[in-house]
């Protein structure tokens, strides 16, 4: 493995820096600023196609299923190239969409994954210093914004049969990052100067023969799990949870013990825990497990779940929404989701609206105010009212197929599809050329 071309840029941002900064409201992971798939902003466009709104679009060179992420006038995506033979982290400029640098990583082993999964399909992180990206077998790499290569680490092969998706995150000093599914699963805490190891977690993966039921759950069936670390901070403690197989568990941050487990989550999961409102949620993947329960405590907290569905009747990649008292979820097989936060009653369900013939999605919801935008993989970005009633704001429609999430920042939105990378923009009233 090795590292090719760099060019660059200077100055940074702290992720600590507070909202009044020159560059407000960065998206510097898939979920946000917050971890919660949120913005504190509340104005950008609902309407637009692939002509009409488009500051700019440029061209990738494959397919890819990451998200990009923001931060001033940069915007970062992961791409691979040559079925993985090469993994690498873009920066472009944010007003133009010209390409300012590409770090790449060289593979040429075998590893797996789903046609539908290409490789660097797990989103970067930054903290306006760094971005840091997970390539698994091909290691983790950080830079600077300059595309300077700060460090690189290699915590072993990463194969399982559909490929990877969990993210980094950032945690002030620290890198988290969980690196599986598949053998030797494990969770990492990494130096985020050095990328030194500060501690690790083997997360051995184990399917019981009592859930032997469904997709996912079968005799040999597909196991593990693709969901990115989530920060919890409550009650003056902090944890780090995460959906693994079989059981919701939670951790320290700062030294990687197991604060608390739960029961229930079934084999394969791919969607990631949500915080809010003293809420944790966290769904399964294809036809699991649904579960709701305040954060704290300690030990074994299977009894404590405040509603727990062994089985739900679709399946899910996305992960949710908490806002005021309800959960919003866009289920892999085409239909947005509302339940009550309180005891998990659905409110309603819908077909998300497609001009193509395919309304699933893989992505997740994001939400601006009372807004919520999701893309299905006919690439439409359908916005629709955070509310317990349900109502479609817009259907915008850019004829890629998608698999990513939206990033929000400064009222402009930042798409990838399968062939380009957009941005969708208030001020433009027509599309730029492809790059």
Known sequence: MKCLRARGWGAALSLTCSLSTAFAAPWPSWRGPNQDQTTPETRFPLHWNATNHIRWKVSLPEAGNSSPVVWGDRVFVTQATGDGKRRGLMAFDRAT???????????????????????????????????????????????DVTGRVLWRRDLGPQRHEWGQGSSPVIDGDRILIYHGPGPGSSLHALNAATGVTLWTIPLKEEAPPERFDGFAGKSGGVIGTFSTPLLVSVGGRRELVLPVVNRLRAFSPETGTELWN??????????????????????????????????????????????????????TIGSPVIHEGHIYLAVTDGYLQCYRLSDGNMLWEERIPSTGSNPQT?????????????????????????APKFEVLAQNPLGDLSNGTPALSEGELFLRTEHALWCVSDQADTASKPR
Not at 114 to 131: I, Q, W, Y
Not at 286 to 312: C, H, K, N, V, W
Request: hydrophobic share 40%; proline share 4%.
């Open 362 to 386: 893989w992505g997740s919801l994001v939400r601006a105010g009372d807004r919520l935008y999701v893309v299905n993989q006919s690439g439409d970005t359908v916005v629709f009212r955070a």
């Open 262 to 315: 739960v029961d229930g989550m079934n084999p394969l999961a791919y969607g990631s825990a949500t915080f809010g409102e003293g809420r944790i949620v966290a769904m399964g993947g294809f036809f699991g497990a649904r579960m709701l329960l305040a954060p704290g405590g300690s030990g074994d907290r299977t009894s404590e779940r405040i509603q727990y569905e062994r089985r739900m009747k679709r399946h």
């Open 97 to 143: 969409g010209k390409q300012l640098w590409t770090q790449e990583v060289g593979f040429d082993a075998a590893d797996p994954h789903h046609a539908s999964n290409p490789h660097c399909a797990a989103s970067p992180v930054t903290d306006g210093k760094r971005v840091v990206a997970s390539f698994a077998s091909a290691g983790i790499l950080a830079c």
